[in-house]
Structure formats: C-alpha cells, structure tokens
C-alpha cells in the first residue's frame, strides 16, 4: 500500500481506490468504514514506528477515509467508482480534495491528534463560518471542547449536528460518550 517516491509530472496522475485501500466493500457501511480506517490506522501509525513507508501508508489511509467520509456528508451515500476529482490522487500524494472546508477540518483534526485542542476549537469555528451546517464541524468542534473539558459545550455542538442529519452516526456515538461521562462526572 506505499505510495511511490517517484517525481511526477500534472499529468501523472493514479486513480485509487479508497475501498481497496480501506479493505471494505463497495456496500459497507460508514460504520464499517470508520471502523476499518481506525484499525488500520492503528497500525501505521507513524507516531508508532519508524519503519519505512508508514507515513505514507498512513496518508492514503486517510485520503481514502476523508474521501468516503466526504462522499458521505455531501450526498449521503457511498461515492461511485470511477475517476471523479475525489478519486483521483497525483501519484506520490495521499489525494487532493475539492472543498476547502474539508482541508480545514483535516487540519483541525490532525491538530486536536497533536493534543492542540484550542488550535482545533479555532480551525472548527472557521469551517463553520464558511459551512453553517456542516456536521463534521460541529463534531470537531465538540471533540475540541470536549478534550478541554468543556462538556456542555461540546454536547450543543452534537445536538446542533444532529439537527442537521439525525442520522449522522459520528455525532450519535460522540453524543452517547460525553453524556455518559458528564452523568459520571
């Protein structure tokens, strides 16, 4: 699953697929997905190794995560196969997305992985101002809250998602936990 090293041209251009890379169907669940990436991305990692091609593998699992998640929240199904802009990948890059929104909470995510909750609490409030009712935001920014201990916070981000599409499952689940932890705590 490396992706080459090789200096390439605009032109040189590989058509990937993010449900091979993912090793899910083509009918799998967002669930199944999400689940898939996560265990994947478990073992890649490149936090924990320094093997050689683990950055790499670890950015195409990403591409190919941020692609079906993207498919998912514009359209509410799976993306088609084919070689539309979101599956297509310069050869020797993880992918390029479409929407700019995307590329900001990509960067909130990877910043709140970094342990940089308000830098990601920041990077969300900016997607939604260019995307009011982008759910991945509002879940971002829930999860940047949460981990600055802002429960009640983060849980009206949720529900602000959940207004949206009831059937964003990321937000049910986050949801369910931070409920669970505020009845504790």
């Given at each position: 699953?490396?992706?080459?090293?090789?200096?390439?041209?605009?032109?040189?251009?590989?058509?990937?697929?993010p449900y091979a890379i993912l090793g899910v169907s083509r009918?799998?669940?967002?669930?199944?997905?999400?689940?898939?990436?996560r265990e994947k991305a478990k073992h890649c990692h490149p936090d924990l190794g320094a093997e050689p091609g683990r950055e790499e593998e670890f950015k195409l699992l990403n591409w190919a995560h941020r692609v079906l998640a993207?498919?998912?929240?514009?359209?509410?199904?799976?993306?088609?196969?084919?070689s539309g802009p979101s599956d297509t990948a310069p050869k020797g890059s993880p992918g390029r997305d479409v929407s700019p929104v995307a590329e900001i909470l990509r960067e909130g995510q990877d910043r709140l992985r970094m342990g940089a909750a308000k830098e990601a609490e920041?990077?969300?409030?900016?997607?939604?101002?260019?995307?009011?009712?982008?759910?991945?935001?509002?879940?971002?920014?829930?999860?940047?809250?949460?981990?600055?201990?802002r429960y009640a916070e983060a849980i009206g981000c949720?529900?602000?998602?959940?207004?949206?599409?009831?059937?964003?499952l990321p937000a049910?689940?986050?949801?369910?936990?931070?409920?669970?932890?505020?009845?504790?705590?």
């Open positions: 699953m490396n992706v080459s090293d090789d200096k390439t041209t605009e032109d040189d251009v590989v058509v990937r697929d009918d799998a669940s967002y669930e199944i997905i999400r689940r898939s990436y993207e498919q998912r929240r514009t359209t509410g199904k799976a993306p088609s196969t084919g920041s990077l969300a409030r900016l997607a939604l101002q260019r995307a009011r009712e982008d759910t991945e935001a509002y879940t971002l920014l829930s999860d940047a809250l949460s981990a600055q201990s949720l529900l602000m998602a959940l207004q949206i599409d009831r059937t964003y049910r689940e986050a949801l369910t936990r931070l409920q669970e932890r505020s009845e504790r705590g």
